[in-house]
């Protein structure tokens, strides 16, 4: 049977007594046969021959961009002003809280994407199982994040350039258009070398990362050349929170300096979802999307709460390098609290690495940025919001026109041949976590509507799911209270102070929420979309061909267990590699 007679195959319901699933053609007339008949009127653009997406990307892949998507200058640089701000403690249980409503927004993700991955990303989700209107917000709403966080990487690209060449010999604008046309061309040259591409540059941002927080952890215990053994003496002098500065009493203060970090911690967690956009493109889904998921919580622990929780012990939130740092106008090593505790150890020679690692960073999430940027704009056309043109794919399955679409707005960062350009990019990240924020809160409303739908329509998510999320809805209900509460309170600190209220702040700070409500309202008004039943929720389409490859898998597992029982091998090498480094790759 070809490929493309197993795509056109739709599979009816729950498996039955036997774990077999019923598979219906589309030469069966099912009208007299099932009320899903109204799933199978239309065939979904996104499996139409010239608008179809190329299932390259490999489980290695897959794993590494889940690992090391979220690995960037949000937490090199973001932990300067939160430390500085808030504090060892506020920063570590900031970070702590964040990290677990992550976890909670990925696990619901996981088991949606890995019941069946759409092609059509978040905004396809929320279609199928909730109401157009919300796929229609929650599309807009992620798309115009990476069409703003995209060009400020470029921007940041070039800042960073300037820690080795600067601007009055080489215009900034050069290096945003050598790091434009490098992740043009790889976006361009299809999914499965984008993927190779990021397994590599996300295999180094978390070599980098391990290695900062062992080289953190030998600061910490006088295992550097200063020979000063550190412990918790921060902790303890000056303290292990900081008071927001202009508020009193002091327990306010500190108190407001935590609320303050939540903020930060939002920001440096922000990109941990792109990795549910990969998914329709995975060979084998629904085992890569449950391996990438728990990895989830091992990255959130090991690489950011260890990694803060060692910042804070090598490094004083009053110590005068750190202040500096934070005041830094430019995102390179500069501006790191990283930097400030190799600096303070007295080890020479890193800061230059730190650079060059930051770049890497860098130039990873504009990759990474514009491809997710890309497909979003193909979701929303392939789910009939956009423009039908923006889902046509190349013969590499690459949208080429959304992909030309997202790159166009990658040229607002040649605004940083201005130098007022650093000022209004940095409106722009605080633009960026709002969307961010409200894309979490859409996968979680998303997720409890797919749960009503898979408990009416018979499922059992013990024993007909891969991967079911854990502690499910009260995991659901606390993150989505934290995402709408950190949301209200996202820059409540412009009302603080006697200084000239910041309006700027404050507006691009907010507008993610009144676009957000004005999508959602507007295209319920004008379309007259109706939320969906639980009972008529589509659990069908594109789940055949999925089901599929995971009775392959199971038999290809199946027949290595039963060669290597023939052959008397037990657990040979290629079972102790499946069973330890194959859990990552």
Sequence with gaps: MSQLDIENQKAFGPPDETGIVTVQSNEYSVDAHSEKSSFLEEEPLALEEGHRLHKDLKPRQITMIAIGGALGTGLLIGTTSALANAGPASVLIAYSLVGSVVFFTMAALGEMSSFIPLPEGFSGYAKRYCDDALGFAVGISYLCKYLIVAPNQLVAGALVMQYWVSPEKVNPGVWVAIILVLVIIINTLGVGFFGEVEF???????????????????????????????????????????????????????FVAFLSVLVTAVFAYLGTELVGITFGEAKNPRYTIKKAIKLTLIRIIVFYIFSVFLLGCCVAYNDPALLAAKKATVSNAAASAFVVAINNAKISGL?????????????????????????????????GMFPKVLSRTNSKGVPIFALGFASLFCCLAF???????????????????????????SILVTFLYFMKAVKAQGYDRNKDFVYKAPFQPYGTYIALTACVFISLIKNFTVFIGHGPFDYQTFITGYIGIPVYLICLVAYKVIKKTKTVLPEEADLVTYKAPIDAEQLEYEEMMAEKAARRKEQGKGKDLEWWYDHTLGYMF
């Design 415 to 441: 605004m940083v041949c201005s130098s007022s350009s650093q000022k209004v990019f940095n409106y722009f990240v605080n633009v960026v976590s709002i969307f961010g924020l409200l894309t979490w809160i």
């Design 200 to 254: 590599y540059l996300s295999s180094l941002k978390v070599i980098t990362i391990l290695a900062l927080i062992v080289l953190l952890f030998c600061i910490m215990l006088g295992g550097d050349p200063s020979g000063d053994r550190i412990g918790f003496r921060y902790w303890k002098d000056p303290g292990a929170f900081a008071p927001y500065e202009g508020v009193e009493p002091q327990s306010l203060a500190k």
């Design 351 to 383: 800061p230059d690495v730190m650079n060059a690692c930051i770049l890497i960073f860098i130039i990873s999430a504009t990759n990474s940025d514009l491809y997710i940027a890309t497909r979003n704009a193909y979701g929303l056309s392939a789910n």
